[in-house]
């Protein structure tokens, strides 16, 4: 069978057809529906929500101390060790329920902030009486604004008073009242002193002045959160656990600490981020239940019991305004910061936020918008989004903001990023990249002339009226419109929208009476012959994969040599000395590959060393990764595999780790080995999971569309 690749679909216009009949579409759009409402375009956003809705019960802004603005529905409390237990076996449980009552008057209820770790909050008898050691944080970086010094909390005396201390306070009852909506498991950090995260610096000094080690570490961190889950006895879920992962700098200390948050949540508590203003943190990570997939999206489980149940899960937005030049940089960057860190808070289900004054002036419609919605799961929110845009962190590229809503390319509808936003760098950025794609755009020169979506089953369980909101850029004289599957399982599409090439953002709203959920798109007989495709024989791209003769094409550093292989007779492996340099050190090979076709990459690796983490990568031309595949086994050979698929024709790295990348831990030696290495191509429909999309949109030309948000709103408002 001939293998029809992405180029076949285009850059001629005799193809047009072809791609769109590839994507389930006509060339010619349908006639509307009999009554069809025409859409409504107006200028800019649009997050409006039907009238009357309310915020979700167990959610909220919260602010520190005071309430100023409507908007505030929660505000904290820094209820300090040092005033809630100024002597020994005396307590001050009066101050915080007068703190209490005073939030309840301005119409708020209280989050609780029990702090014992910074040195203003640790009370002074405690520093009499035991003496302990009290540390000078190095700032994280010169020109932060604040300084502090933090009492080590693990020192045996120190750590026996506090908990003394808790367990006072839950007897008291406090954290059951039902104007208590969270506490904080405070911890040991050097931003504020009582987060959690560990620096280098951080730890050298810790262990020159209290010998800790790392199970004396995760033993003190475990023994708080039980202290704190017995504080908050039948009310578990209003706990934040601040740390998502394993912590520390080191091997030792993250292999001591990495069941730590699953044994959290076993005791029922929720969590709590430090740092959605960064715009770009927790697409994968375990702890938040979010994962980034190998084409690069970022998915959240909805089955995650911090999730499914309602516990408290939050951040927080609110380093904004000139006090934050010194982190952020120049002001003028930070509205669009904003609009895409409250989109990934509502993204990562979080129904808590802690905003400032600063926050709140910067886009009261998005700040609305976020306030009634974000308490809201998929079984009852009033609507699902997909923000279309492209960003790089570390080694990956990652696609849209996504909140029960999904947009995927496929034949016929590939996008292409758009919309260009430089920006001030973050900690997540490549070295050579602050940059950012605000939207994603069809490719009629190339036969792309659609956008596919896709609605989660639970959010959208049947047919039903529907307000759709697109908001996209004028960039050329387009002609677009919505095609959908309607109760009755017909095809049809909404009226269509006209542009006009002004270069102006707009938001155009369609009125559908019946929407549903069927996965129409595309699924026809064309289609699927494309998607299973494949060559007959499909060859090894791997030059010298047997390794046979000289290295050819394989780039071999001194510290690889290949040799015959023992237990192969015709053929010969890689085998790998350790030795330190100032880089890891790779064998590479370069490939060249079609865009838009999915490879496989399969290697067997033998992990003969001392703590060596073997692996082999494919990466882009300019280093970014693709896949990456590590060794897990010791002492036998291990198969790895893994799918990519290139984004567009050229060349790519195939690339072999004997160490691990990065990997410098002391006491690295010994060998590793790499054997049976292939990359192949495989059909289409490897990766084309989720290609039964509900609906499209779609283009008529001349030129191209440019959307950034795609919004479905349950109902007709």
């Given at each position: 069978m001939k293998n029809v690749g992405r180029r076949d679909l285009g850059n001629k216009a005799g193809n047009w057809v072809l791609a769109a009949a590839l994507a389930g579409v006509s060339a010619v759009p349908l006639v509307p529906r009999a009554g069809e409402r025409q859409p409504v375009v107006r200028p800019g956003w649009d997050w409006t929500l039907p009238a009357g809705l309310k915020p979700a019960p167990y959610s909220g802004f919260v602010s520190w101390g005071r309430r100023f603005d409507p908007a505030?529905?929660?505000?904290?409390?820094?209820?300090?060790?040092?005033?809630?237990?100024?002597?020994?076996?005396?307590?001050?449980?009066?101050?915080?329920?007068?703190?209490?009552?005073?939030?309840?008057?301005?119409?708020?209820?209280?989050?609780?902030?029990?702090?014992?770790?910074?040195?203003?909050?640790?009370?002074?008898?405690?520093?009499?009486?035991?003496?302990?050691?009290?540390?000078?944080?190095?700032?994280?970086?010169?020109?932060?604004?604040?300084?502090?010094?933090?009492?080590?909390?693990?020192?045996?005396?120190?750590?026996?008073?506090?908990?003394?201390?808790?367990?006072?306070?839950?007897?008291?009852?406090?954290?059951?009242?039902?104007?208590?909506?969270?506490?904080?498991?405070?911890?040991?950090?050097?931003?504020?002193?009582?987060?959690?995260?560990?620096?280098?610096?951080?730890?050298?000094?810790?262990?020159?002045?209290?010998?800790?080690?790392?199970?004396?570490?995760?033993?003190?961190?475990?023994?708080?959160?039980?202290?704190?889950?017995?504080?908050?006895?039948?009310?578990?879920?209003?706990?934040?656990?601040?740390?998502?992962?394993?912590?520390?700098?080191?091997?030792?200390?993250?292999?001591?600490?990495?069941?730590?948050?699953?044994?959290?949540?076993?005791?029922?508590?929720?969590?709590?981020?430090?740092?959605?203003?960064?715009?770009?943190?927790?697409?994968?990570?375990?702890?938040?239940?979010?994962?980034?997939?190998?084409?690069?999206?970022?998915?959240?489980?909805?089955?995650?019991?911090?999730?499914?149940?309602?516990?408290?899960?939050?951040?927080?937005?609110?380093?904004?305004?000139?006090?934050?030049?010194?982190?952020?940089?120049?002001?003028?960057?930070?509205?669009?910061?904003?609009?895409?860190?409250?989109?990934?808070?509502?993204?990562?289900?979080?129904?808590?936020?802690?905003?400032?004054?600063?926050?709140?002036?910067l886009n009261p419609a998005l700040n609305e918008y976020a306030r009634v919605a974000q308490g809201y799961r998929r079984d009852d929110s009033p609507d699902a989004w997909a923000y279309l845009r492209e960003c790089a962190v570390r080694r990956h590229i990652v696609r849209n903001i996504e909140r029960w809503l999904v947009q995927r390319d496929q034949p016929g509808s590939r996008t292409i990023p758009a919309e260009r936003i430089d920006r001030y760098p973050i900690p997540a950025d490549p070295k050579t990249r602050h940059y950012d794609f605000d939207a994603r755009r069809t490719d009629a020169a190339d036969g792309q002339t659609g956008i596919l979506f896709r609605l989660d089953?639970?959010?959208?369980?049947?047919?039903?009226?529907?307000?759709?909101?697109?908001?996209?850029?004028?960039?050329?004289?387009?002609?677009?419109?919505?095609?959908?599957?309607?109760?009755?399982?017909?095809?049809?599409?909404?009226?269509?929208?006209?542009?006009?090439?002004?270069?102006?953002?707009?938001?155009?709203?369609?009125?559908?009476?019946?929407?549903?959920?069927?996965?129409?798109?595309?699924?026809?007989?064309?289609?699927?012959?494309?998607?299973?495709?494949?060559?007959?024989?499909?060859?090894?791209l791997v030059k010298n994969a047997q390794l046979a003769g000289d290295a050819g094409p394989w780039q071999l550093p001194a510290i690889y040599r290949i040799i015959p292989d023992p237990e192969q007779t015709d053929r010969r492996r890689v085998e790998f000395t350790y030795k330190r340099f100032d880089d890891t050190v790779h064998m590479d090979q370069l490939l060249r590959l079609q865009g838009g076709i999915p490879y496989q990459l399969k290697v067997q690796i033998r992990n003969d060393g001392v703590k060596l983490r073997p692996a082999a990568r494919i990466a882009r031309m300019d280093w970014s990764t693709m896949l990456y595949l590590k060794a897990r086994t010791h002492g036998k050979w291990e198969t790895l595999s893994g799918i990519f698929t290139p984004e567009k024709d050229g060349m790519v790295r195939l690339q072999l780790f004997g160490q691990g990348r990065g990997n410098y831990a002391p006491g690295l030696a010994g060998k590793s080995y790499f054997r049976n290495i292939e990359v192949r191509q495989l059909p289409r429909n490897a990766v084309l999971r989720g290609r039964e999309m509900d609906f499209r949109v779609e283009t008529a030309g001349p030129g191209d569309l440019t959307v950034t948000l795609v919004r479905v709103v349950k109902g007709i408002f």
């Open positions: 505030i529905s929660v505000c904290g409390i820094q209820a300090t060790w040092k005033r809630l237990n100024p002597a020994p076996g005396v307590y001050n449980w009066e101050w915080i329920e007068r703190q209490l009552s005073k939030n309840a008057a301005m119409g708020v209820r209280s989050g609780i902030h029990l702090k014992g770790v910074e040195r203003t909050a640790v009370p002074d008898w405690v520093i009499d009486r035991f003496r302990p050691v009290v540390v000078d944080v190095p700032p994280l970086q010169e020109n932060q604004p604040w300084r502090i010094r933090n009492v080590l909390p693990w020192q045996p005396n120190v750590d026996r008073a506090f908990h003394e201390f808790l367990r006072e306070f839950g007897r008291r009852g406090i954290a059951r009242r039902k104007d208590v909506v969270y506490g904080y498991i405070h911890g040991i950090s050097a931003s504020r002193g009582e987060e959690m995260f560990i620096r280098r610096v951080d730890l050298k000094m810790w262990q020159e002045t209290t010998g800790l080690t790392a199970k004396q570490f995760a033993d003190w961190l475990k023994h708080r959160i039980d202290a704190m889950c017995e504080a908050f006895k039948g009310v578990e879920y209003k706990l934040a656990l601040m740390f998502a992962g394993p912590i520390g700098p080191t091997v030792e200390f993250r292999e001591a600490t990495a069941g730590l948050v699953d044994y959290a949540f076993s005791k029922g508590t929720g969590i709590r981020g430090g740092g959605i203003d960064f715009m770009h943190g927790l697409f994968d990570s375990p702890g938040w239940a979010s994962r980034l997939t190998p084409d690069g999206y970022c998915i959240v489980d909805d089955d995650h019991p911090v999730i499914r149940e309602r516990r408290f899960r939050g951040d927080e937005n609110e380093e904004y305004g000139k006090y934050w030049v010194w982190r952020f940089g120049p002001v003028e960057g930070y509205p669009y910061r904003h609009r895409i860190s409250t989109l990934r808070g509502l993204q990562m289900r979080q129904n808590f936020q802690y905003v400032s004054p600063a926050t709140l002036k089953r639970v959010f959208w369980s049947r047919p039903g009226p529907a307000t759709v909101k697109v908001t996209y850029t004028d960039r050329a004289a387009v002609r677009w419109w919505i095609r959908y599957t309607d109760r009755q399982g017909r095809l049809t599409n909404t009226a269509s929208v006209q542009n006009t090439g002004d270069g102006q953002r707009k938001t155009a709203t369609f009125h559908i009476d019946s929407l549903a959920a069927l996965g129409r798109f595309p699924n026809d007989p064309a289609f699927r012959k494309w998607a299973n495709a494949l060559p007959e024989d499909p060859p090894n």
